[in-house]
């Protein structure tokens, strides 16, 4: 029999439809997968065994009534721990809420269940989604399968890990300024930001409300493909305000290939500092390989770029401030006792619940929205928003898509970026498109000559253009090959009965 | 100018977020850090464009009758359940005004 982790979410579907083996097999594959791996990776902050084996259990009483099964039948999923799943913690990594039951179910994590998928269970973060290496969990640090010294990327470090790990074969992901594609880039897996609206938010803890989208991680660019056809095949949600319809068939295009597209290359990109040369080497071969492929790789210009981290470290912590309001320890989350008043309550309760940098982030949100600072700060931002939102249109007159990196360096070490002023650099390439809105993919390229640990590119396209994305990304996996499973973790547990 | 631990102390104030001395002389380094970092975002100030607050930009909100929806409500038991206070069928907090202690 096969090991779980050497078949896609595609192949899983296809065996459990096939009868070669049951989703409770899968199951139990999976959950092996996960004891006998995560107690070095630690990508899982909670493991959800009856609600996996229960899905399983249900898949199978269908195909044995000879109903048709869903598009993802039977296939293990991790879902970031900011995601409400009834019947579950939904703790965001934070003592805040870790011992929150949600009592609901994000919109998102039931399509991914209505399509087939077994959640396996919650995964580890940085807290809130606040960070890039997943180091700013509450409850304890993810390690990067491909070298447990180091991070995993974040904030969606566990997303990442447990899919590189072959732990499961797709999670989902939430990205503010790269948290799905950061680290999918650091776990050498492939990690969609659809465009804005195009997933909805609803049930996901909001962090910043105008540039917040889930995507989903997979080891193959299909399975993201067939997971972006769940998010969105039911059509808009009514729950979320901003949810827009996205009716296309992700799958139906994904070896059209490259001939005759223009790809863009952006030089001040590929040139800037702190850019490592085996990534800037990889991208160049990612460019090449397109060209070789038919493409016509041509360069533009994306001139107000280098606003984008200073733009987004005045959105971002404004709406999270806003957003994190919320927890003041009454109706749920953490809440410290025998407090003189209300006031005290609050004020103590989101000190003690709090991690570090959730509350420099409130902190640096509530300075920039404060009278006198608001003018100057906030409304630079959103000027700023626009130039670089014109910059991607006029881009994308000459282009219809543009590669760089999707992260400046492989993973770094634990503790290695200590100042967290410069981890934000490292949202260096992913951040733009959380402030202009429109969809990106992380695409492993192999190892780096010089780390030997994953490196990868990213591809950018106008807004809802997501499904021309895969395209790319198929023609980059075709070429560089599909993500394997770690080394370090390969066949270790998880072999299907 | 610099944010002084006098400003941080305020700012702290309106966040809710008690701060001690350590984490207010931290919090003072790292809030003249993170503001220096934004600096790039002044020469926008006077660009001659309109701010763009959302992605969407013909969001508009939504609204539905003013009228309980018994298919979105929770039940009082789940409402409560992740309260760390609660009396009967409310959230118990202590004196909003003073120090009153527990009400």
Same mark, same amino acid.
């Given at each position: 029999m096969a090991w779980i982790d050497s078949l896609s979410a595609a192949q899983i579907a296809a065996g459990v439809v096939a009868g070669e083996f049951g989703a409770t097999e899968v199951a139990r594959a999976s959950l092996d997968a996960v004891e006998c791996r995560?107690? +070095?990776?630690?990508?899982?902050?909670?493991?959800s065994a009856d609600a996996a084996l229960e899905a399983a259990a249900r898949i199978d009483a269908s195909r044995a009534a000879g109903d048709p099964l869903p598009p993802l039948a039977g296939v293990p999923l991790a879902i970031k721990d900011n995601m409400n799943l009834a019947g579950?913690?939904?703790?965001?990594?934070s003592q805040m809420l870790a011992s929150y039951e949600s009592v609901y179910t994000a919109t998102c994590v039931q399509r991914m269940l209505d399509a087939?998928? =077994?959640?396996?269970g919650k995964v580890n973060m940085d807290e809130f989604a606040?960070?890039?290496?997943? +180091?700013?969990s509450a409850f304890h640090p993810t390690n990067n399968p491909?070298? @447990?010294?180091?991070v995993p990327g974040g904030s969606s470090g566990g997303s990442a890990a447990a899919v590189a790990a072959g732990e499961v074969a797709l999670s989902l992901g939430s990205d503010t300024g790269g948290s799905i594609r950061q680290p999918a880039s650091f776990c050498g897996v492939v990690g969609m930001k659809p465009t804005?609206?195009?997933?909805? $938010?609803?049930?996901v803890v909001a962090f910043g409300s105008s540039l917040d989208q889930v995507g989903p991680f997979g080891r193959t660019v299909e399975d993201v493909a067939l997971a972006m056809n769940a998010l969105t095949?039911?059509? $808009?949600?009514? =729950?979320?305000?901003?949810s827009q319809e996205f009716a296309v068939d992700?799958?139906?295009?994904?070896?059209?290939?490259?001939? !005759?597209r223009r790809v863009g290359v952006v030089p001040a990109l590929m040139e800037a500092? !702190? =850019?490592a040369p085996e990534v800037r080497r990889a991208v160049e071969r990612a460019a090449a390989q397109l060209e070789q492929q038919g493409a016509q790789v041509v360069e533009v210009e994306l001139?107000?770029?280098?606003?984008a981290i200073a733009a987004y470290y005045v959105i971002g912590p404004a709406e999270a401030f806003s957003n994190l309001a $919320?927890?003041? !320890?009454?109706?749920?989350g953490y809440q410290e006792e025998d407090c003189a008043n209300l006031a005290q309550q609050s004020a103590l309760s989101r000190a003690h619940g709090f991690g570090r940098e959730a509350k420099r982030r409130q902190m640096l949100g509530a300075y920039l929205l404060s009278s006198g600072v608001y003018d100057k700060y906030y409304y630079a931002a959103q000027k700023a928003r626009t130039m670089i939102t014109r910059d991607y249109a006029r881009a994308f007159e000459q282009v219809d898509a543009i590669l760089m990196?999707?992260?400046?360096?492989t993973a770094f070490k634990h503790?290695? =970026?200590?100042d967290p002023t410069q981890m934000y650099l490292s949202d260096l390439y992913t951040i733009s498109l959380n402030i202009a809105g429109n969809g990106g993919i992380s695409v492993p390229l192999g190892?780096?000559?010089?780390?030997g640990l994953p490196v990868s590119a990213q591809l950018v396209a106008p807004a809802f253009h997501d499904r021309e994305l895969l395209t790319y990304a198929r023609a980059l996996e075709v070429a560089f090959g599909a993500a394997p499973v770690a080394p370090a973790c390969a066949q270790k547990g998880g072999e299907l009965a | 100018m610099a944010l002084t631990e006098t400003d941080v102390r305020g700012i702290a104030e309106y966040a809710r977020i008690a701060l001690d001395t350590d984490e207010l002389a931290e919090m003072t380094a790292y809030l003249n850090d993170a503001v220096a970092m @934004?600096?790039?975002?002044? +020469?926008?100030?006077?660009?001659?464009v309109e701010p763009t607050f959302?992605?969407?930009?013909d969001l508009a909100n939504v609204v539905r009758a003013d009228a309980a929806d018994a298919g979105r409500s929770l039940p009082i038991d789940e409402a409560l359940k992740d309260a760390a206070s609660t009396r009967g069928r409310s959230f118990r907090v202590p004196s909003i005004l003073g120090e009153g202690g527990d009400c």
């Open positions: 995560d107690a +070095e990776v630690g990508a899982f902050l909670q493991v579950t913690r939904t703790t965001c990594a087939g998928c =077994l959640p396996i606040f960070g890039s290496s997943t +180091e700013n491909w070298d @447990l010294e180091r804005y609206g195009a997933v909805s $938010r609803y049930g095949a039911p059509g $808009r949600d009514p =729950l979320d305000g901003t992700f799958c139906e295009h994904l070896d059209d290939g490259v001939t !005759g500092e !702190g =850019l001139p107000h770029l280098d606003a $919320r927890f003041d !320890g009454i109706r749920y990196p999707a992260a400046p360096r503790g290695e =970026l200590s190892l780096g000559e010089d780390s | @934004l600096d790039p975002i002044l +020469e926008y100030a006077d660009a001659d959302h992605p969407i930009g």
